[in-house]
């Protein structure tokens, strides 16, 4: 009797532990789908918030004042269709026809691995290719390409103060079915589809601290199609905006805004131009009247107008980003400590020359459009420091890190 009363004790504890562990699992569960987008798609864990569409082209001055000044998305529909060349990039016969020569760099694979090497081969190799492998081509036109002659820039860039900061223009070719990482660009981005469409999931600048991405211009290591809310919380934070762009389309996407682009499962061709910021618009006037004249499109190469001096002006001044104008002497000193290493009166020096009126104030525009003699001490310093920075970062790139370990 005894022992049937022990064994009836064990018995009952065993029950309870077990049922108190289930319960316990339950919450856990249960907290788990609890957080919005937990294991789901990027995006899942907000009302997706939609972009703003129009079916025109504003001239520069409002494109600059509606949206790249303010950084606001926003959505050109059927604008590519006006392209002269819009049906030649539709069509992989007239392309290997014509540029089966050039030389490109592809990517393997349709889910972007910014570790992995690209492979360079002939444009006429990757069009034999494209349709049967993974594949996915992304090379800049205007670097000793032929292409360049029959890619083209929009009307809200045809002004000197666009053209004379457009950095690059590339390519993004496949058959179908990419998929980008989480990312945010250095650059400002004007993209224009040609075949297949693309979904982006889009989070404002303003967050970006909850993004999980390092640098500007680089990648955050979160998985877009299961999202580890538990790993990346701060991302449940985030209210996430989308645009559905089709074969047609152009779409501006505001530097460093966080995206992830997901493309159709059909032939997928777009053209994108990256261009360097401004903090202002220095030659407004002049633009309305340079615009008065202009296209919708115009042939790239003959327009694009960017000198390397103006690049690096360009990466200076936007060392002021979030700075308010008029801008003092110990403001303009502070603002470039803040990223380079100089003396007080260095910076004092170059102060007093772009002030041309010596009232002790300088504005954005006065940065823009001083001689670059004047900016050449800060442009040096700045540049052999990006240098020292790239060496650091590829050094730091070389080593293991925790979770390749």
Not at 20 to 34: F, V
Not at 278 to 286: A, S, V
Not at 372 to 382: A, F, G, Q
């Amino acid at each position: 009797m005894k022992f049937k009363v022990i064994l009836f004790l064990s018995l009952l504890l065993l029950f309870q532990s077990t049922s108190a562990q289930n319960e316990e699992e339950e919450d856990e569960d249960e907290d788990e789908e609890d957080i919005p987008g937990h294991m789901q798609p990027l995006g899942s864990s907000s009302e997706l918030i939609p972009v703003e569409v129009r079916d025109d082209l504003p001239d520069p001055v409002e494109f600059f004042d509606k949206y790249v000044k303010p950084s606001r998305p926003v959505l050109f529909r059927g604008a590519a269709k006006k392209i002269p060349s819009f049906n030649n990039f539709r069509n992989d016969t007239y392309l290997k026809e014509n540029y089966g020569d050039w030389k490109v760099q592809a990517e393997k694979g349709k889910k972007e691995n910014r570790k992995q090497p690209a492979i360079k081969m002939s444009f006429g190799k990757f069009l034999k290719k494209y349709q049967k492998k993974d594949m996915y081509l992304v090379s800049d036109l205007h670097k000793n390409s032929p292409m360049i002659a029959e890619a083209y820039i929009p009307r809200p860039l045809l002004c000197d103060d666009f053209l004379k900061r457009i950095d690059s223009c590339i390519m993004w070719f496949s058959s179908g079915g990419t998929k980008s990482v989480l990312h945010t660009d250095s650059f400002e981005n004007l993209n224009c589809l040609f075949d297949g469409s693309k979904e982006l999931i889009m989070g404002h600048k303003k967050h970006g601290s909850l993004f999980g991405v390092e640098n500007t211009g680089s990648f955050s290591k979160v998985d877009v199609d299961s999202v580890d809310m538990h790993k990346y919380p701060d991302l449940t934070r985030v209210p996430w905006h989308i645009a559905k762009m089709e074969a047609g389309d152009c779409f501006y996407i505001p530097i460093k805004w966080a995206h992830y682009v997901k493309s159709s499962s059909s032939r997928n061709l777009a053209v994108n131009l990256w261009w360097h910021e401004m903090l202002d618009f220095p030659n407004r006037e002049e633009c309305k009247e340079q615009n008065k004249k202009e296209k919708d499109f115009e042939p790239f190469a003959t327009r694009r107008k960017l000198e390397p001096e103006e690049n690096k002006r360009s990466r200076f001044i936007s060392g002021f980003d979030g700075e308010v104008q008029p801008i003092t002497p110990d403001r303009f000193y502070d603002g470039v400590f803040s990223y380079m290493t100089v003396k007080r009166n260095e910076t004092d020096n170059i102060f007093a020359q772009i002030d041309q009126d010596n009232d002790g104030l300088i504005w954005f525009k006065n940065l823009y459009n001083v001689n670059l003699e004047v900016l050449k001490p800060m442009l040096d310093v700045m540049e052999k420091q990006e240098k020292e920075d790239e060496a650091e970062e590829e050094e730091e790139e070389k080593k293991p890190r925790r979770d390749e370990l």
